[in-house]
């Protein structure tokens, strides 16, 4: 079965930056499409970003556009997401996802579209 292990999270001051991987060992992820969500305590999961696996399609929440940037580098099976301008509202256990759903347009960032989760990575905004 597939297992994804996001790493990268940690504690960082408001307007920084942190790179968010998903790598998965054993099976390769080019198959797969990537969905990064968050979950911040007292709220529901989020979907944040998705690529496509050719990497052909991306998607962002209307909240990190422009901020965050998701990447794949299947030589590497890791899938990435740059943060920058990092506000207290990121704040949250962010989790990688992977589904072998073709979308044919924008991926799309529901939870319940994907079947493989990671444990997930704590990213904390504070000053």
């Known amino acids: 079965q597939l297992q994804l292990v996001e790493s990268g999270g940690g504690v960082v001051q408001p307007g920084g930056s942190l790179r968010l991987s998903c790598a998965a060992s054993?099976?390769?992820?080019?198959?797969?499409?990537i969905g990064w969500f968050r979950q911040a305590p007292g709220k529901e999961r989020e979907g944040v970003s998705c690529i496509s696996s050719s990497g052909g399609s991306i998607n962002y929440v209307d909240s990190v556009k422009g901020r965050f940037t998701i990447s794949r580098d299947n030589a590497k099976n890791t899938v990435y997401l740059q943060m920058n301008s990092l506000k207290t509202a990121d704040s949250a256990v962010y989790y990688c996802a992977a589904t072998k759903i073709r979308f044919f347009g924008p991926c799309v960032l529901s939870s319940r579209l994907y079947n493989y989760w990671g444990q997930g990575t704590q990213v904390t905004v504070s000053s």
């Open positions: 054993e099976f390769t992820l080019d198959y797969y499409a």
